[in-house]
């Protein structure tokens, strides 16, 4: 079993940066990819970003490319999402999640453990 939780959520105003961390206390959390994802009000939850195990493949959503970078230190059993240049579109709460496997999702169905979510307001 692995449980998540996120925070560094908070506001700010556009242009701006936050850097959300994803902590688990479960001793297997380096075998598992973890992704990002997002969910506005009134719209479906988005894929934002991916990470595999050992950090060494990561993949985006278009809209966060150059933008955002997801990064990871499972001596911490730790995943980070580092978020550049803010938008107000991108505020939404953002939730990790983590998945068994060495390929990188965008899926949602893929991933098998959920966090309960970090709010992210960017002002204009």
């Known amino acids: 079993q692995v449980q998540l939780v996120e925070s560094g959520g908070g506001l700010v105003q556009a242009g701006g940066s936050l850097r959300l961390s994803c902590a688990s206390s479960?001793?297997?959390?380096?075998?598992?990819?973890v992704g990002w994802f997002r969910q506005a009000p009134g719209k479906e939850r988005e894929f934002v970003a991916a990470i595999t195990w050992n950090g060494v493949g990561t993949y985006y959503a278009d809209s966060v490319k150059g933008r955002f970078t997801v990064s990871r230190d499972n001596a911490k059993s730790t995943v980070y999402l580092q978020m550049n240049s803010l938008k107000p579109e991108d505020t939404a709460v953002y939730y990790c999640?983590?998945?068994?496997?060495?390929?990188?999702?965008?899926?949602?169905?893929?991933?098998?453990?959920w966090g309960q979510g970090t709010q992210v307001t960017v002002s204009s």
């Open positions: 999640a983590a998945y068994v496997g060495t390929y990188l999702y965008r899926v949602s169905e893929k991933y098998d453990y």
């Open positions: 479960g001793r297997t959390f380096s075998t598992y990819g």
